[in-house]
C-alpha cells in the first residue's frame, strides 16, 4: 500500500482511512490478492481531486497493467435528491452528493485521458463504487443509475460478489510494477480527447480571425514549428485591448493544436473566466472542461510537460501560485511566470495590461518579456490594434483611457463627440440608468449592470435571498450572488455575465472582466470622483477588502481603480450608460457628452 497524497492529513481524513482502508485490504487478502498495490489518495492530473484508492495490477485474462479505482464510501444510508439519478441526500451531509458512480466514472475518464501509459488502453481503468457499510435496502435507489463493465458499485450486502469481481479483474501476482508504471507516466492529453476538443471548437462559427487576430495566431503556430525542430523553448506575448480578439485567438489555438495532436491546455487567472470556458466550450463534458484550467495548476509540471500552454487574460498573473491552502513544501516563493514558462515549449500569454486590478498581480509585457529573456529564451510578440468589443469603436476606447488619465496621466478628458454604431448615454439616476438598458434591449440582446466596489457586500439574508447592499437613494440593487450556486433566478457568480437572470443584480469588476454584453450600465461611485477638470481617486470609498490591506500603496490603489473602472466601462458592444453617484462627477461627464450627436435623452445632467 502507498499512501499518495505528499501532504499533512487532518485528524478526519485519517479516521475515515482508518474505518475504510482495512476492510477494503481484508477483501483484497480474502480474495487472493494481497500483492496487489494500493495507492491511497491517487491524484487525478492537473486537479486538485483525489481518489481514494487505485488498485494496481495484472489483468487476470490479458496479463497486461490493471487499474480500479475504488471510491470508499462509509455511507449506511442514501437516496436520491427527487429522483434525480446524478444526487443523492445522505444523512448527515449539509448538501446533496454527486452520486458515486459518476464520481468514480470521471476518475476514470480522467486517468484515461490525461495519462499517457494507458492512451492506448483505455479498458485497463476500471471504476468500483463500494459502499461497505450499507445494506442494499439502504441505497437501494442508487442502483438505478445505469452500470457499465467499467463502473460497478457494491454493498456490504454484496460483499463476495465484491471479492468476485476482484478476482475475475487481477491475476494473484505482485502489483508494483503496474503501480510503478502508472506513477512514473507522463501527463499529456489522449488523442481521443483532442480529437474531441478540436472538433468542438472548431466549428464554432464566430471564431473567424481577421487581420492581426491571424498574424497572432500564425506566429504561435511558427513558434510551435520552430520549437519543435530546434529543441528550444519560445514565447509568444500577445497584447490588445478590450474586444481585441485575445480569447478567440486562444480557443482557435486550443483547436487546431488539438487537432494536430499537441499537448496543450488553456489557462486564466480567473475564476470566472475559466468556470465560463467550461460550461459554454466544454458544453457538460467533464473531460473537455479540463482542458481549461488556472495559471495556479502548475506549481508541480514537469519541465516542458505541455507542448504548448495558452495564458488567457494574463493580466492576472500573480506574483506566486502560493495561497493559504498552499502545503509548505510548495512555499518556495517561486514566481507564478517562470511555473507557467516552465510548464510548455511554447507559452502564449494574451494580455491588457490595463486591466490590471488587484494587488499581486504583475501580468505585464515587460515582466514577461524580462524573465523570458533572462532564461535566454527567445520572445514574439504581436499587438493587436483592431477593436472589436464597443461596436468596433476605436475612438470610444481612446475616450474612455483619456478620461481614466490612462493612455497619457497628462492628456486632459476629451469630449465625446459621437461615433457610429457605438452609443454613450449618461443617466441622471440608477433608476434611469436601468430604465434605459430595459428600453435598448426590449427588442433583444443582453444588458448588465456593474459598478465600482463602494458599497458592503452582505451574505445571504435570514430567508436565503440576496441582501440589496447597492444603496443611492430610494434605489436599492444586491451585488452579484458570491458562491457556486444560483439563488432564486439569479445565476451563480461566475456566470453572471453569460447566463440569464444577471440582470437584476449589480456585477463587480471579478464578475465582469473578460465578458461583454450588448449593453452596459456602468455606476461610478464616490471612489472615482471629478476635480477641477480631472477624475481624481478617494480610496477611503473603497469597500474591496482586498484595496485596504496596509500593504498596498496609495499609488497601487490609484492605479486599481482606475483599471476596474477600465474594464467595466468597456463591456458593451453597443452601448454604455453611465451613472455617478457624485453630482460634480455627473456634470463633469455631461459637459464631455455634450457635444455627442448619439448620446440619447439621458445625456443632460
Not at 529543441?231 to 486562444?250: E, H, L, N, Q, Y
Not at 476606447?397 to 465625446?416: I, M, Q, S, T
Not at 461566475?494 to 456585477?507: C, E, P, R, V
Amino acid at each position: 500500500m502507498r499512501a499518495m497524497t505528499g501532504r499533512a492529513a487532518g485528524e478526519g481524513e485519517q479516521k475515515s482511512w482508518r474505518r475504510s482502508l482495512p476492510v477494503l485490504a481484508r477483501d483484497l487478502v480474502e480474495a487472493g490478492l494481497g500483492k496487489v498495490e494500493m495507492l491511497v489518495e491517487y491524484q487525478m492530473p492537473r486537479s486538485n481531486k483525489r481518489a481514494d484508492v487505485v488498485l494496481a495490477g495484472m489483468d487476470r485474462r490479458t496479463g497486461r497493467d490493471l487499474y480500479v479505482v475504488v471510491e470508499l464510501k462509509q455511507w449506511s444510508r442514501a437516496a436520491l435528491f427527487e429522483d434525480n439519478e446524478k444526487l443523492v441526500i445522505v444523512p448527515g451531509y449539509t448538501r446533496e452528493a454527486e452520486h458515486p458512480l459518476l464520481q468514480v466514472r470521471g476518475y476514470c475518464d480522467a486517468i484515461t485521458d490525461s495519462v499517457a501509459a494507458v492512451h492506448d488502453e483505455p479498458e485497463s481503468v476500471r471504476g468500483v463504487a463500494y459502499l461497505h457499510n450499507a445494506e442494499d435496502r439502504d441505497v437501494d435507489d442508487l442502483f438505478d443509475l445505469v452500470q457499465d463493465e467499467r463502473t460497478r458499485m457494491f454493498t456490504k450486502t454484496r460483499r463476495g460478489a465484491f471479492l468476485d469481481y476482484l478476482r475475475a479483474q487481477f491475476a494473484p501476482e505482485p502489483g508494483a510494477g503496474a503501480a510503478d508504471r502508472l506513477l512514473d507516466s507522463t501527463i499529456a492529453p489522449s488523442r481521443k480527447l483532442m480529437e474531441v476538443a478540436a472538433e468542438e471548437i472548431r466549428n464554432r462559427e464566430q471564431f473567424v480571425l481577421l487581420d492581426e487576430q491571424r498574424v497572432a495566431y500564425e506566429m504561435v503556430m511558427h513558434a510551435v514549428r520552430k520549437a519543435y525542430r530546434s529543441d528550444t523553448k519560445r514565447v509568444v506575448v500577445i497584447t490588445g485591448g478590450p474586444g481585441s480578439g485575445k480569447s478567440v485567438i486562444a480557443l482557435s489555438l486550443l483547436g487546431e493544436l488539438n487537432r494536430q495532436g499537441r499537448s496543450v491546455l488553456h489557462a486564466t487567472g480567473s475564476r470566472s473566466f475559466t468556470q465560463t470556458m467550461r460550461k459554454h466550450v466544454g458544453k457538460g463534458d467533464r473531460r473537455m472542461q479540463e482542458l481549461f484550467t488556472y495559471f495556479n495548476s502548475f506549481m508541480d509540471a514537469e519541465k516542458n510537460e505541455l507542448d504548448v500552454l495558452i495564458c488567457d487574460e494574463a493580466h492576472r498573473i500573480r506574483e506566486t501560485s502560493e495561497n493559504r491552502f498552499t502545503r509548505a513544501a510548495q512555499r518556495t516563493g517561486r514566481p507564478q511566470v517562470d511555473e507557467l514558462i516552465a510548464a510548455a515549449r511554447v507559452p502564449v500569454f494574451l494580455l491588457d495590461e490595463h486591466q490590471v486590478v488587484k494587488p499581486g498581480e504583475t501580468g505585464t509585457v515587460e515582466a514577461i518579456r524580462s524573465h523570458a529573456r533572462n532564461l535566454g529564451f527567445r520572445v514574439h510578440q504581436v499587438d493587436l490594434e483592431g477593436q472589436w468589443r464597443c461596436g468596433g469603436s476605436a475612438k470610444y476606447e481612446r475616450w474612455v483611457l483619456d478620461l481614466l488619465g490612462l493612455r497619457d496621466e497628462d492628456a486632459e478628458p476629451r469630449p465625446w463627440t459621437g461615433d457610429d454604431g457605438f452609443e454613450v448615454v449618461l443617466a441622471k439616476s440608477p433608476a434611469e440608468l436601468e430604465d434605459v438598458l430595459q428600453e435598448r434591449t426590449r427588442d433583444g440582446g443582453t444588458a448588465r449592470i456593474s459598478a465600482g466596489y463602494c458599497w458592503p457586500w452582505s451574505k445571504l439574508g435570514e430567508d436565503n435571498t440576496l441582501v440589496p447592499d447597492v444603496r443611492i437613494g430610494d434605489w436599492a440593487r444586491p451585488w452579484n450572488v458570491r458562491g457556486d450556486r444560483a439563488v432564486g433566478q439569479a445565476p451563480p457568480s461566475a456566470l453572471w455575465a453569460t447566463m440569464d437572470g444577471g440582470f437584476g443584480q449589480i456585477g463587480c469588476v471579478y464578475t465582469a472582466q473578460g465578458f461583454e454584453y450588448d449593453w452596459s450600465g456602468v455606476i461610478i461611485g464616490p471612489d472615482l470622483i471629478a476635480r477641477h477638470g480631472r477624475l481624481v481617486t478617494v480610496r477611503e470609498e473603497n469597500r474591496d477588502p482586498v484595496l485596504a490591506r496596509r500593504s498596498v500603496s496609495d499609488s497601487q490603489v490609484e492605479q486599481h481603480i482606475r483599471n476596474i473602472y477600465k474594464v467595466l466601462l468597456t463591456r458593451g458592444m453597443s452601448g454604455t450608460v453611465i451613472h455617478a453617484t457624485d453630482p460634480e462627477t455627473r456634470e463633469f461627464l455631461a459637459g464631455l457628452l455634450a457635444d455627442a450627436s448619439g448620446a440619447g435623452d439621458a445625456a443632460s445632467a
